[in-house]
């Protein structure tokens, strides 16, 4: 069977970026778990497992547009460390994090500085602007449930406890 929209898809993966290495499922970590063709990867990974079926391995290069986006000048914000897990306590320069939204939601933040009650942030996400080299190896593509189609993501090994 081979992976396409409406696919469950269960993948090990290392993420480099100039030659570093990001983050990896590969060292004892679980397969990500997706619902293909509903918007839980970034576009270029998406297209890439597109077609493929277990067992199979590939690198894909991602341009920054099918990634996280070009980076974008002038997107910062002063925001209250309330706004923050633990109120932003430990936050230092440099830091990804994540912003709780008025709205509901979040969203991943890099720190610029920090004040008494406020942090400046950085809203481009850290990986806006890099190219991203992904090795991929596919455990796993079967159809989806009726059930996962309605929630919209995958449900692995059937477990639909949210």
Do not use: C
């Not at 720190?111 to 455990?139: C, E, R």
Request: proline fraction near 5%; charge should be negative; hydrophobic fraction near 35%.
């Amino acid at each position: 069977m081979q992976a396409g929209k409406g696919k469950v898809i269960s993948f090990h993966y290392t993420l480099t970026v100039d030659g570093e290495k990001v983050e990896s499922s590969v060292e004892g970590g679980e397969p990500l778990w997706i619902l293909l063709g509903h918007g839980q990867l970034i576009p270029g990974l998406e297209a890439g497992l597109e077609g493929k079926s277990v067992g199979d391995t590939f690198d894909v290069e991602i341009a920054p547009e099918q990634g996280y986006g070009p980076r974008q000048e002038g997107m910062t914000q002063r925001v209250p460390k309330k706004y923050f897990p633990q109120q932003g306590k430990g936050l230092k320069a440099g830091d990804s994090t994540v912003l709780s939204l008025k709205e509901g939601g979040s969203r991943v933040v890099v720190v610029q500085k920090v004040g008494s009650s406020v942090v400046d942030i950085d809203l481009n996400h850290p990986m806006a602007g890099k190219t991203l080299n992904f090795h991929v190896d596919v455990q796993t593509v079967r159809d989806a449930t009726e059930e996962e189609i309605a929630h919209g993501h995958a449900h692995p090994n059937g477990d639909a406890a949210h």
